[in-house]
């Protein structure tokens, strides 16, 4: 806003810029980049390590001082693991489980978070509470009672005794609860008063606005699935039920580890999750900004 010379005020116009405003450089990017972009680099360094690795042999792995840059390009490890008659099992016993954890969270997720965040029915608080309760309780506690539940269901040494326990998380629940509550009601209100049931309100009206949430449980449902290894380990005893993580350990032995093949399995493993993150990425970072912090 400026004053004009007749003393009247001019309305809209912007406030001329200080010399010393103009004369301050402009950064093409956001300062906090130059903060953000080291930490960046220095958690990328394992990953890139563990890259380089896995095209060196196990002599120069194993050298000491350890090499940093492998002398040339050595598919050894890749070779052994893709050669194992086992490892394309343990790949589709890993997206087996992983494919149908996702799917029921996100049925079984939406379904119970949709319930808690508008439905009003006795004891909702109060289970509300204890379900959350759940996410505080350490896996350790709860391994024993999962495995004798597994057991008497006749599941042990099956993929179903991976998918049971995974097939629903308090989370899931928690965290499509929490996006649901931030949805505005007349847009539901709306569909009810022209005559529609409350799924088909879920399904044709919510939904398709919670895909950000949605999005978001699936890569961490299937990161956790995917790069679980203490359950399998407990509840899997047969190399042909094996997952990918729990069959990459066949490669370490107790006086001989291959260790160019433990990478090479390492990066096959990593790249999926890699790549699921990075095709969520922008949903993930929507879902929690908009949705993680409402209570």
Not at 4 to 23: I, L
Not at 53 to 77: H, K, T, Y
Not at 164 to 185: H, I, M
Request: include cysteine.
């Amino acid at each position: 806003m400026t004053v004009t010379t007749t003393g009247r005020t001019r309305v809209g116009a912007r406030p001329a810029a200080s010399p010393a405003a103009r004369r301050r450089p402009r950064l093409p990017f956001s300062p906090w980049h130059l903060l953000l972009a080291p930490l960046a680099a220095l958690f990328a360094v394992p990953l890139l390590w563990l890259l380089l690795s896995s095209f060196m042999s196990n002599a120069e792995i194993n050298r000491f001082p350890p090499a940093l840059w492998p002398s040339g390009v050595d598919l050894g490890g890749y070779r052994y693991v893709l050669g194992n008659a086992m490892f394309p099992r343990w790949l589709l016993n890993s997206a087996i489980v992983s494919a149908v954890a996702v799917a029921s969270n996100l049925v079984f997720g939406t379904l119970g978070g949709y319930a808690f965040a508008r439905m009003r029915f006795a004891g909702s608080r109060v289970l509300l509470v204890l379900m959350l309760a759940t996410m505080v309780v350490p896996f350790q506690l709860t391994m024993i009672p999962t495995f004798l539940v597994m057991k008497k269901l006749g599941l042990i040494d099956t993929l179903g005794a991976l998918i049971v326990p995974a097939l629903v998380t308090p989370f899931a629940v928690f965290l499509l609860r929490q996006f649901f509550l931030s949805l505005p009601r007349e847009l539901e209100e709306a569909a009810w008063i022209d005559g529609c049931s409350r799924l088909r309100v879920l399904y044709a009206i919510v939904l398709p606005l919670a895909r950000p949430a949605l999005a978001t449980v699936a890569v961490l449902t299937f990161l956790t699935t995917w790069n679980d290894l203490t359950w399998p380990l407990i509840a899997i005893n047969h190399d042909t039920q094996y997952t990918l993580p729990l069959g990459l350990t066949t490669f370490q032995g107790q006086h001989h580890t291959r260790w160019s093949a433990v990478m090479a399995g390492n990066v096959i493993t990593v790249l999926p999750v890699l790549l699921a993150f990075l095709f969520a990425q922008k949903a993930f970072i929507r879902s929690i900004t908009s949705s993680g912090l409402k209570g």
